[in-house]
């Protein structure tokens, strides 16, 4: 099955800063989203991203589909940032395959 | 407003017995998924539904059942609750592919 991997693991950020998260898949993919999971542990959708770029405020993705990676950045950094931040990918069956997360820490 | 509820938020439950999870969404999609989260796993498939009547395996699908009578519902059993199923387990739904997935706020459960 498609592996999915992100890096860096684990992330910790003065606030303002700028960072980027990145997700590689080992195959082509029809679907691909980002979460994040805040540290209530609610998951909540950021971007549904197959191709192409998109933002919303502070956050932005892009997905290169044939070079099977796709970066989330997040610019001015807020401590409300902080949690995990999941990439999951679909082959077409709509079935998501998760990676590990990044794990990013704001520091006021 | 539309959500997605889990029920229980917390759960204890002994080693062998059998224990369901609720899931139950108004948004009226078709599609629903269960996930199961551990640390160094991120999230895993467990079962999914397209439709009433239509319930599919996932990855980690041993050990537990889903039925789908009803739009709205997708509940998890364990058939018989194992320490390895301790986890944080997860619903979500979706109306089409290009909507992206709706979660709801987690099950703790926890086999001893």
């Known amino acids: 099955g498609i592996q999915v991997e992100q890096s860096p693991p684990d992330l910790i950020l003065q606030e303002g800063a700028n960072s980027t998260l990145r997700c590689n898949f080992s195959?082509?993919?029809?679907?691909l989203q980002w979460f994040h999971q805040n540290p209530w542990g609610q998951l909540i959708n950021l971007f549904y991203?197959?191709?192409g770029t998109k933002q919303n405020g502070r956050l932005s993705a892009t997905t290169v589909a044939t070079e099977r990676y796709s970066l989330l950045y997040i610019s001015s950094s807020q401590t409300t940032d902080s949690g995990v931040y999941f990439c999951?990918?679909?082959?077409?069956?709509?079935?998501?395959?998760f990676g590990t997360g990044t794990r990013l820490k704001v520091l006021a | 407003d539309a959500e997605i509820t889990q029920s229980p938020r917390h759960k204890i439950t002994e080693t062998g017995r059998q224990v369901t999870l609720a899931c139950h969404q108004t948004?009226?999609?078709?599609?629903m998924f269960w996930y199961r989260q551990d640390l160094g796993h991120g999230l895993r498939l467990i079962h999914y539904?397209?439709?009433?009547?239509?319930?599919n395996k996932g990855e980690v699908s041993d050990g537990y059942s889903v039925s789908r009578s009803n739009t709205e519902d997708l509940p998890l059993t364990l058939e018989s609750a194992a320490s390895s199923q301790t986890s944080v387990y997860f619903c979500?739904?979706?109306?089409?592919?290009?909507?992206?997935?709706?979660f709801g706020s987690g099950t703790r459960l926890t086999v001893v």
């Open positions: 195959d082509s993919v029809n679907n």
């Open positions: 948004w009226n999609h078709n599609n």
């Open positions: 979500a739904s979706s109306e089409s592919v290009d909507r992206g997935y709706t």
């Open positions: 539904s397209y439709g009433v009547q239509d319930t």
């Open positions: 999951a990918v679909d082959s077409g069956t709509y079935k998501y395959i």
């Open positions: 991203i197959p191709s």
